[in-house]
């Protein structure tokens, strides 16, 4: 199957400081990655979509100045989470689905996640 | 009221246990994904589906677009098998790929 990679997997920062998060497809290429964002015990929710050669759309009540994204090639996707806060703190995941004719046709439109970054912020 | 819903929210079962988990969703669908996330975050996907039943090894998913439904069942659960299971859809005329989430269910199988 697909693999989607993060990088990197757990990171501390101090308060003011921005961290970049990679999320890249191995064996296949992505014009759109999806980032989450996941509390504890919550479900994951959507921050944006990221699409290869333009604008990142973001979410409802989510900054973009906040968190930038670059959907720098067809395989990595980077969130920066600017100036982060303790609020920032939490687990993000980026996924990405297959578009046809980028893979085997028994995993059209599937969707391949990330194994998260978990952020702590201090 | 969220557009998907799962339950249960918890469940535990004995090892050995056939084990149902429900999802009902409000939308139009293009597809229904069934997910599980292991206590360390990562998710990987089980079932992409669009109608009828789908198998691998203990793990069978059905769904009925009618009665927008979906199940995931466990056949002779194992303790490794305690996780998170999230059903995702893919809304008919939304945005390509983009999944609507449900809360999850938290399954914790005791030897």
């Known amino acids: 199957g697909a693999v989607v990679s993060q990088h990197p997997s757990r990171v501390i920062c101090k308060s003011g400081t921005s961290v970049k998060i990679e999320c890249r497809s191995l064996?296949?290429?992505?014009?759109?990655m999806f980032w989450y964002r996941q509390f504890p015990k919550k479900s994951l929710m959507l921050m944006a979509t990221?699409?290869?050669?333009?604008?990142?759309?973001?979410e409802q009540g989510v900054e973009k100045d906040k968190f930038l994204i670059n959907h720098a090639s067809l395989t990595l996707s980077t969130l920066t989470v600017t100036s982060a806060h303790p609020e920032d703190s939490s687990f993000y995941i980026c996924s990405a689905p297959v578009a046809p004719g980028k893979l085997l046709a028994t995993f059209y439109n599937e969707q391949f996640f990330g194994p998260g970054t978990r952020l702590t912020v201090l | 009221k969220n557009e998907v819903e799962q339950s249960p929210q918890n469940l535990t079962a004995q090892e050995g246990e056939f084990i149902t988990i429900n999802c009902s969703y409000s939308v139009g669908i293009s597809a229904l994904h069934w997910l599980q996330q292991h206590p360390g975050g990562g998710i990987v996907s089980l079932f992409m589906?669009?109608?009828g039943k789908k198998k691998h090894g203990r793990l069978i998913a059905t769904i009925n677009i009618q009665e927008k439904h979906s199940s995931l069942h466990i056949t002779a659960s194992h303790p490794r098998d305690s996780a998170v299971y999230i059903c995702a859809v893919r809304a008919r005329g939304g945005a390509t790929n983009k999944l609507i989430f449900g809360t999850g269910t938290l399954l914790a199988v005791q030897p």
């Open positions: 064996d296949f290429q992505a014009t759109t």
């Open positions: 990221s699409n290869e050669g333009s604008k990142a759309t973001y």
């Open positions: 589906l669009s109608s």
